[in-house]
């Protein structure tokens, strides 16, 4: 029986495919549990442009799989930023902010993109000035309408296009810019012998709203412990290697599943729950959260917050059986795996 909370990305047949690229979205219509965030898989082939459009209900956060993109948001106050971005840099843009995407490299580019939102809207450029007429649109700049007369247009949006010829760089997209993280670059938050996570959220990044990311590693030994986020829902990326997972539901259901390649999978508020790994190699998971800084609780340092005697009454057990328990005051996040993985 299939896990309500997974979904097979990889497998799913592009909702879109045009010379330039193709785009395959998972939102709550596809996976019903989504709530709050959504994800989309984008690739872009040698001169695809994702058409400059916006997204009227979401926030989107997006990172880099692969290849060489130029992004540019137009937003208010005329402000528009132009940056680069490669693989394992992020980007970030706020609801309703016009923006687009372009392939500047050799070879495909990917992307995946998530949503604070499970049925994300987007507007493109193209569409929008279909539904204009020759007179309004020449109106607009001053020109007369038979300059638009030659344009081919319709109310439909073209999503992905593809350029006629590379065309050039702007040098101030090599700049450093607010809505550009190379997160991958940055030192990480928490580095053990189990694994490592490097956070792109509120304090990290000060654009952010309303929408984070871990990038989680866990080597062949590791483990993030059992543990929930009290104020956020939890959408990951397998991005590289096998993970199995459980989760308890409120009304006490489990579910444990394995996890590999180009699955993601979706956790709700509050629910409890682990991974580990499970293959040879490390995996790594990008994880996104409905708040700019997700909080959670894990059971090494919380467990140890009550007595061996309200725990021995939690468990229906003798008391001593807690006395072996460390205690920590804060929890480990990623540990290291004293036992086979089974």
Known sequence: MESPHVFHLKS???????????????????????????????????????????????????????????????????????????????????????????????????????????????????????????????????????????????????????????????????????????????FPHLATEGGSAIVARKDTWAVLDNISMYSLRITDKGMREPHWHPETAELGYVHKGNARMTVRSANGDVDTYTLKSGDMYFIPRGYPHHIENIGKTEMHFLIFFDQPIPGDIGFSASVRAYSNEVLGATFNTAASNFKTLPEYDEDLLLVTQVNKTR
């Open 12 to 186: 799913l047949k592009p909702q879109a495919v045009t010379n330039g690229g193709t785009r395959a979205f998972v939102d709550s219509t596809l996976f019903p549990i989504l709530k709050g965030l959504s994800l989309y898989r984008l690739i872009l082939k040698e001169n695809g442009v994702r058409e400059p459009h916006w997204h009227p209900n979401a926030n989107e956060l997006s990172y880099c799989i692969k290849g060489d993109a130029l992004v540019t948001i137009f937003g208010n106050g005329s402000k528009r930023n132009t940056f680069t971005i490669s693989e394992g840099d992020m980007f970030y843009v706020p609801s309703g902010y016009l923006h687009h995407i372009e392939n500047i490299g050799k070879g495909e580019f990917e992307l995946i993109l998530t949503f604070t939102n499970e049925r994300p809207e987007d507007f493109g450029l193209s569409g929008f000035a279909g539904c204009m007429t020759d007179t309004v649109l020449g109106n607009t700049w001053g020109l007369k309408d038979k300059v638009f007369s030659k344009i081919k247009r319709t109310s439909e949006d073209i999503l992905i296009g593809k350029k006629k010829s590379k065309g050039k760089i702007p040098e101030h997209a090599n700049f450093i810019n607010d809505y550009k993280f190379s997160v991958e670059e940055t």
